[in-house]
């Protein structure tokens, strides 16, 4: 606790030291700064011509527990300026979760393009996503899939990171430009086709240099009360030769919305082991206990930026269990004031 403490604090000074940053109007939280490009929305793209290692991608899924379906979508570009080597390329990837499997395509990087001033990206005019929705076909190794889905009733959770949103040369950033929303289309993967009908959807966006050491990720969006929704994400992210541990936590609840981040100052750790992962975060008198459960069989195996290039060390179920348990401080203890579950639900763990 001592060494979260000590990190958490260590977080917290460098933010301080080096964001200035102001707060727009609620209606549209990023106003653009005319000696800055692009905008300030962190749903853009934030590549330029200079930056090398550098990845960006925008991840959606799509669940329906009735018809017991769900798959996953990423779009993104790995090392667009480098010039020889090896890792420069815009891909495709799509995970039919039920399969276990997915299928990648990669693309030349010149046929990236995305808007450095709202979200808005697309591959070699043959696939594209934003808020409206995604279509698109891939195909790789006698494989194929193509998509086409309509997104609506999105909500988004506009400052995920806090203090260091929009903050330049972070390792790893992460916007969550649908907290909740419903989806409506269709996937069709080797010919098996899927038809979504205001299934419930979810997204997010990762850009930098390199996913973390170790994290963890998670999102749920079928609890009982509809509406009710969470995200979280976090782990090692070095800031330059420093190692710091950050996590972010986002959870509407009702009319409330509970937000943690560990550089704003809230204490904040994770465990996970063997399909069990947990989430602690401690936020002036309230503290969240997040818990989720999986059964590894449904746990698959997804490539992700490293600095050897993509390397399939995160391992995502969109099966998995997550209860949300609300304490108040009473005295010197904590008391429980709510519980609430939603299944399925998002879960990953990366690295060791």
């Not at 070699?124 to 279509?135: E, K, Q, V, W, Y």
């Not at 600095?307 to 429980?336: M, N």
């Amino acid at each position: 606790m001592i060494k979260v403490a000590v990190q958490t604090l260590i977080l917290i000074l460098l933010v301080s030291l080096t964001w200035i940053g102001c707060q727009g109007d609620p209606g549209n939280p990023f106003d653009d700064d005319d000696d800055q490009p692009g905008s300030d929305d962190p749903t853009r793209y934030h590549g330029d011509q200079a930056q090398d290692p550098f990845f960006e991608g925008w991840y959606l899924n799509v669940k329906d527990p009735a018809q017991g379906s769900s798959h996953l979508l990423i779009i993104a570009v790995l090392n667009p300026n480098r010039t020889s080597g090896a890792w420069s390329t815009a891909y495709a990837l799509l995970a039919d979760m039920n399969r276990g499997s997915y299928l990648m395509q990669l693309f030349d990087p010149l046929d990236f393009n995305a808007s450095s001033e709202r979200f808005d990206a697309s591959i070699a005019d043959r696939l594209s996503i934003d808020f409206s929705g995604t279509s698109g076909c891939i195909e790789a190794d006698g494989h194929s899939a193509c998509w086409q889905l309509e997104l609506t009733n999105w909500m988004r959770w506009t400052n995920a990171m806090g203090s260091l949103t929009n903050v330049p040369d972070l390792a790893m950033n992460w916007d969550v430009w649908m907290l909740n929303g419903r989806a409506g289309g269709y996937i069709e993967y080797d010919g098996q086709r899927t038809d979504y009908f205001d299934a419930t959807a979810y997204g997010d966006h990762n850009w930098g240099t390199q996913f973390p050491d170790t994290y963890v990720w998670g999102q749920a969006n079928n609890f009982a009360t509809a509406g009710d929704c969470l995200a979280f994400s976090g782990g090692d992210v070095p800031l330059g030769d420093i190692p710091l541990r950050g996590y972010m936590i986002g959870y509407l609840r009702g009319d409330r919305l509970y937000e943690l981040r560990s550089q704003d100052g809230d204490l904040i750790n994770h465990s996970y082991q063997d399909g069990i992962w947990v989430v602690e975060g401690i936020e002036g008198n309230h503290k969240l206990v997040i818990t989720g459960v999986a059964d590894t069989r449904t746990i698959v195996r997804l490539p992700a930026p490293r600095p050897e290039g993509l390397s399939d060390y995160a391992g995502q179920t969109l099966k998995g269990t997550v209860t949300v348990e609300v304490f108040e401080r009473d005295g010197l203890g904590w008391k429980i004031v709510d519980s609430n579950a939603s299944s399925p639900a998002g879960l990953e763990n990366g690295g060791s």
